[in-house]
């Protein structure tokens, strides 16, 4: 073949490729709202960066009767490319093509660009909009979808897994996205589920549709699946972009510098309530905290009674955890503490400093709460922030009670420093409740006991409920007004420095136990 030929033939079979399952499906994805593989890899990574690998990778087969005609990449695109001039890997099933089903060659180049990115130790970013194993490939379908979530669990907690499910992702494939750090669902696009409606109609006789079993503010907001949610695809990617502005790309490397900023609203002195038993947004004592008033809220639609996400310190990334008076008064519940633990153990996987804002009852009682396991999914946040060796920083601001004080990285699990704001109330319980139990006796016989009650509440309270008798223990460290918190929080942390474990460059993963 002459030169010219073999040139012309080169362009030919790139233009076929280029168009994936051919015009008529990418014309029904345009159709259903959704973009092209390709165009998703574009609207993610800098303009021009994509360098994609294994384009020619193709798979043919008359088997169990599929067609002879050869699958454009077999379902997949894989590649390198750069996000804010960082460099990352990524691939992006290809739904045009035989519904993007996962098969043995598919498998193996994602398996490939998973495998690059440990070795250059680079995020790695799957895009998931498939139908699921091919069915015509049998076990080595199965093989395939093993091979990813080993290599899932190999790069947790050396290099940042984001998930982008745009379409579906059924059965064995849900698996992958949840075993990496971060989930993005798209209202109206995403689906997960392990069986879809029709399967559990049949075996249970129940009618769901698609939408509600599995869709995207299903996942964000009642499982948990999704940490992310977005109205459209574009929306979806900026979240990504911005979220990888806060990481590392590897846990060797520190997270990227930024020009320290103030708040563009600094905190007031008066953000808590006059009436303690009223509720404030703790969203508003973030932003008046931290650089810009600029954070990036993790599982916002989940677990409403905690807070989690990022923010910058003095232009370093830092991971926040808070409790959210306006939602349940702040307690701790089973979801609550998964979600702040898996939180706090991705940051200290990839060494983010931890932040804590505390106000909190305590935990969530009821049949319901124990029998769902409060006690094993509580025990998973006293351990995340005990294990966690990066600096911990704690910030108590009203109710810290009982177990929860605790729980919420007190200097008793390690915090590096604590401060206290002067309306902290750090005791066993609240002051109506501790005075009902230990004056019990006097209350009842008193000749007015709703006076008595209140003369005694009032005693609690100033000689517990306050933060001077934890600081005269030395369990806060210092006690300033809110106003003051941010300056406070940059001195310390210059002095805050964590523990290095010396053993291994791997942490650990980001599972939570």
């Excluded at 051919?22 to 959704?34: N, R």
């Excluded at 169990?64 to 890997?89: C, E, H, I, Q, Y």
Aim: hydrophobic share 40%; aromatic share 8%; glycine share 10%.
């Amino acid at each position: 073949m002459s030169i010219k030929k073999a040139i012309n033939d080169f362009f030919g079979r790139v233009a076929r490729l280029l168009k994936g399952g051919g015009d008529e499906a990418l014309e029904k994805q345009k159709k259903q709202g959704k973009l092209s593989a390709r165009e998703r890899l574009d609207g993610i990574l800098d303009p021009g960066s994509l360098f994609e690998t294994d384009m020619f990778v193709e798979h043919s087969s008359t088997d169990f009767g599929m067609d002879s005609k050869k699958l454009a990449g077999d379902g997949v695109v894989t590649g390198f490319g750069m996000v804010d001039g960082r460099p990352v890997s990524i691939f992006a099933q290809d739904f045009t093509v035989a519904g993007g089903s996962l098969g043995r060659a598919h498998a193996g180049k994602i398996v490939k660009i998973m495998d690059a990115s440990m070795a250059r130790r680079i995020p790695l970013i799957g895009i998931n909009d498939s139908g699921g194993a091919r069915i015509q490939e049998g076990v080595d379908s199965l093989c395939g979808y093993g091979d990813i979530f080993y290599r899932n669990t190999m790069l947790s907690g050396v290099v940042p897994q984001l998930s982008l499910i745009l379409g579906p992702c059924a059965g064995g494939a849900v698996y992958s996205p949840a075993l990496t750090d971060f989930v993005f669902v798209v209202n109206k696009v995403s689906n997960m589920f392990i069986t879809g409606p029709q399967v559990i109609k049949a075996v249970l006789g129940e009618e769901i549709s698609q939408e509600e079993l599995g869709g995207a503010m299903t996942q964000a907001s009642i499982t948990g699946n999704a940490h992310f949610y977005a109205e459209s695809e574009y929306e979806a990617f900026d979240q990504i972009r911005k979220l990888l502005s806060f990481l590392p790309s590897n846990c060797l490397e520190p997270t990227p510098e930024h020009k320290p900023v103030d708040p563009s609203r600094p905190l007031k002195d008066n953000v808590i309530p006059e009436d303690r038993r009223k509720a404030f947004d703790v969203h508003d004592v973030i932003r008046g905290i931290v650089d810009g008033s600029d954070f990036l809220e993790v599982h916002r639609h989940y677990a409403g009674n905690i807070v989690v996400g990022f923010g910058r310190l003095a232009g370093r990334t830092v991971g926040i955890i808070a409790n959210q008076p306006r939602v349940l008064a702040g307690v701790l519940d089973v979801n609550a503490s998964d979600k702040a633990a898996r939180f706090i153990r991705f940051c200290d996987a990839f060494s983010i400093p931890l932040l804590t804002f505390v106000d909190t009852p305590g935990y969530l009682p009821g049949v319901d709460q124990e029998h769902s396991g409060v006690i094993r999914h509580g025990a998973k946040l006293l351990y995340a922030y005990s294990e966690a060796l990066v600096p911990k920083l704690t910030v108590i601001m009203r109710k810290a009670y009982g177990g929860a004080y605790i729980a919420m990285c007190s200097r008793h699990l390690g915090a590096d420093f604590v401060i206290a704001w002067p309306t902290a109330e750090i005791a066993v319980m609240g002051s109506e409740g501790a005075a009902n139990i230990i004056f019990r006796k006097e209350i009842m016989e008193s000749a007015d006991p709703d006076a008595t009650r209140a003369e005694k509440v009032k005693e609690y309270e100033t000689k517990f409920a306050n933060p001077y008798v934890a600081a005269s223990r030395g369990y806060v460290d210092m006690i300033c007004p809110p106003g003051e918190t941010r300056k406070a929080l940059l001195n310390a942390m210059e002095y805050a420095g964590g523990t290095d474990p010396g053993n291994s460059f791997r942490r650990h993963g980001n599972i939570p136990l």
